[in-house]
């Protein structure tokens, strides 16, 4: 079973940047699409940036474009999220999530929550304006 475990998450000035990480356990995490989520206090979840297995397709949320950029480095069972320009509204906590046991294209990526399966426990993620 694949075991997700985020860091990176903190406080910071808005306008700054932070840099997510999500290390996976197992064997097989280059088979599974990937994505990053979060979920402000009152608000429902929602995906913020996606990304295939391979790398080479993405998934952003209107929200995030331009600012976000989701990556992964197979070789290392981790995928990133880099977080520029940051705003008072992007405070939440961040999971990190992988569909198992994956897809059936390699550019396949995913933008709802319910097509998660697997989730780490979160990151606290705080913007003061």
């Known amino acids: 079973q694949v075991q997700l475990v985020e860091s990176g998450g903190g406080l910071v000035q808005a306008g700054n940047s932070l840099r997510l990480s999500c290390a996976a356990s197992g064997r097989t995490f280059s088979r599974h699409p990937m994505g990053w989520l979060r979920q402000a206090p009152g608000k429902e979840r929602e995906t913020v940036a996606a990304?295939?297995?391979?790398?080479?397709?993405?998934y952003y949320a209107n929200s995030v474009k331009g600012r976000f950029t989701i990556s992964r480095d197979n070789a290392k069972n981790t995928v990133y999220l880099q977080m520029n320009s940051l705003k008072s509204e992007d405070t939440a906590l961040y999971y990190c999530a992988a569909r198992i046991p994956g897809a059936t294209s390699s550019g396949s990526v995913y933008s709802r929550p319910a097509e998660y399966n697997v989730w780490g426990q979160g990151t606290q993620v705080t913007v003061s304006s």
């Open positions: 990304i295939s297995r391979s790398g080479d397709s993405t």
